[in-house]
């Protein structure tokens, strides 16, 4: 890859990260101030008092799209999950309640995404094309969004006051923001693996006049988080949750595949020498196992699926901390106090 613009690329990634932690720093504090203040007054919105929580979720992150999978044909969600290529997403959010069945939740996170064809179990043929379709992908996420929560037991019990189990369900949407640069692998004849950004090599021609449907895709894209959790109050102040968050996201290039293979000879008219030598290779890994002999696809031959954009999901562990009092006022306290089990007789 071009040095220069690797570093254009490194140095992007690097600003969009200072950024993204700067606004989770500010809303931290935001919330801070906010509690603190909470202390002597609490926030009244529609005679219910409110509550900040902040908190940071951390678990897998799963690929959902045209590269590896499961076994057999592709499947969608959990049914299409290869976990071999498992990777990591933490994050940190901070959510207001304005009553004790709804929320809005700010958060932000970073993570990996990740596909490989040659991992996929084999047990029939089903499988063997994507097998021998042998691509690769990684790339780093970075996404910020806005969401809702509901929490449906306390909404049927909104009315009843001394309702607060420990134990509550809900559930989560919203928009978001999120940011991916895929790369690809080659292997040379010692065995060393070697990534390349895939968009600049355009592997399917986007960009091209050659195919006029086919626009460059941009980096930088809109997804709807959707999911469910269980959070569970250790006490009054502290919250553990599990929840599974998936993105539903309206590109089909998080992984650079996408339709059909084009003509390599493209890549020399389009691309400099380096990146048009690099394109040729990356493009078009066959490794033969359906069709015997067969060193490339003749093109448009099918290297993707078009009809169904990418997604991914993430399981995570969530930590969260209530800012400001936790109970309605001194009363509430002093009773809740007195009704704790003695930690010695």
């Known amino acids: 890859m071009n040095p220069i613009l690797r570093k254009r690329n490194l140095f992007l990634m690097k600003k969009r990260l200072h950024t993204l932690c700067l606004t989770s ?8 101030a906010l509690s603190e203040t909470s202390y002597s007054q609490s926030i009244i919105i529609g005679n219910e008092k409110s509550r900040f929580d ?17 076994a057999g044909k592709g499947q969608r969600f959990i049914k299409d999950l290869n976990l071999p290529v498992t990777q990591l ?16 939740r700010l ?9 490989e064809d040659k991992l996929i179990t084999t047990k029939g043929e089903n499988e063997l094309y994507r097998k021998q379709r042998n691509l690769d992908f990684r790339t780093n996420i970075f996404e910020t969004y806005l969401a809702g929560e509901i929490y449906p037991i306390m909404l049927l019990h909104k009315n ?50 050659e195919y006029p449907d086919r626009k460059e895709y941009s980096l930088n894209q809109i997804n709807i988080p959707m999911g469910t959790g269980l959070k569970y109050y250790v006490s009054p102040r502290i919250t553990l949750s599990l929840e599974i968050l998936l993105r539903k996201t309206f590109t089909d290039y998080i992984d650079d595949v996408s339709t059909t ?35 490339r696809n003749s093109p448009g031959t099918q290297r993707g699926n078009p009809n169904q954009n990418d997604s991914y999901f993430t399981t995570f562990l969530k930590f ?26």
Not at 55 to 69: A, H, K, M, T, V
């Open 25 to 32: 720093f500010m809303i931290l504090i935001l919330c801070v």
């Open 54 to 70: 902040i908190g940071l979720n951390i678990g897998p992150s799963f690929f959902l799209g045209d590269l590896g999978g499961h």
């Open 89 to 104: 997403m933490v994050g940190a959010f901070a959510t207001y309640y304005p009553n004790e069945w709804m929320g809005v």
């Open 107 to 115: 958060a932000a996170q970073y993570g990996k995404l990740a596909g």
């Open 160 to 209: 009843d006051p001394d309702y607060s189990p420990r134990l509550r369900p809900y559930g989560v949407i919203g928009v978001g923001y999120f940011h991916f640069n895929p790369q690809g692998s080659l292997t040379d004849a010692n065995g060393k693996k070697t990534w390349y950004y895939l968009r600049p090599l355009h592997t399917e021609g986007e960009g091209f006049p």
């Open 261 to 295: 293979y084009i003509d390599p000879n493209l890549f020399d008219k389009y691309l400099s020498p380096q990146n048009a030598a690099i394109a040729r290779q990356i493009s078009d890994k066959v490794f033969a196992i359906v069709n015997p002999g067969l060193t």
């Open 320 to 345: 969260g901390i209530r800012l400001g009092p936790v109970y309605k006022d001194r009363y509430d306290q002093n009773v809740a106090s007195r009704m704790r089990c003695p930690s010695r007789f």
